[in-house]
């Protein structure tokens, strides 16, 4: 029965590497996956950002021509209206004049506001770019690391995998099939009895079922949650109180 025992501890401390590796070798491909999905989309977000920039500095430039037409129709209206003499016509062109400073001061709010945008643009456009270089620095990096890293889950799982076979067939059938059940469900299938309770569980094992477990004459399970229970050998005390 200890021996017994002893395979199935040995068989879930392996059984737990097993899965350490598993899980190393199915995440980190999904890790490496998910850098250069967000490099794409940082790319992505780079060009967009650079369309809009354009599209602002060519709005711009067509804005700062219509404000200069403007403002040379202005000078030319002013030097008109020096040689004007007629009171109507005088009139007249110092309303044009007025109406046209309006619209090119309109047109001088419009060139403001677009060199603003210009210039969040610019600074969105840097802040993008860099973060992409160490987006792609880190998975240049990563993807190094990960070569070494998943070469050796692959070659640790290839001798684990002998020894959980060969530890498998030692325990008896009936043992390894709930052992397997329990772990499926619990995730491991031994917990140590500690100050009398189930330690993957927690709760209180009745005094007649903990002595039996000292004793480790026959396997005990944890009524609540069915876990194979087991005591450390220094924690079984000696026969007649013996020191
Ligand atoms: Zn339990």
Do not use: W
């Amino acid at each position: 029965m200890k021996e017994q025992l002893q395979l199935l501890m040995r068989l879930q401390d392996i059984d737990v590497q097993v899965d350490q590796h598993e899980t190393i070798l199915e995440q980190l491909p999904k890790e490496l996956q998910e850098m250069a999905r967000n490099l794409v989309s940082l790319r992505h977000e780079i060009s967009e950002t650079e369309e809009s920039l354009l599209a602002a500095e060519t709005e711009l430039q067509k804005k700062e021509s219509e404000l200069s037409v403007e403002q040379e129709k202005i000078k030319r209206s002013e030097r008109r209206l020096l040689s004007i003499k007629n009171l109507k016509e005088h009139e007249a062109l110092s309303r044009e004049i007025r109406l046209g400073k309006k619209v090119a001061g309109e047109i001088e709010e419009e060139v403001l506001e677009l060199m603003n945008r210009l210039e969040q643009f610019k600074k969105s456009l840097d802040r993008k770019t860099a973060d992409y270089g160490d987006c792609e620095k880190k998975m240049v990096e990563r993807k190094a690391e990960s070569e070494k890293i998943l070469f050796d889950a692959a070659k640790a799982l290839e001798s684990l995998k002998v020894e959980q076979q060969n530890l498998a067939e030692n325990v008896r059938k009936e043992y390894f099939k709930r052992y397997t059940m329990v772990r499926k469900l619990r995730g491991n299938a031994i917990a140590e009895m500690v100050n009398g309770s189930c330690d993957g569980c927690h709760i209180a094992i009745p005094p007649q079922l903990g002595l039996r477990i000292l004793r480790q004459q026959e396997f005990i399970y944890c009524p609540n949650c069915h876990r194979i229970l087991y005591v450390k050998p220094e924690n079984i005390p000696l026969p007649n109180g013996a020191q």
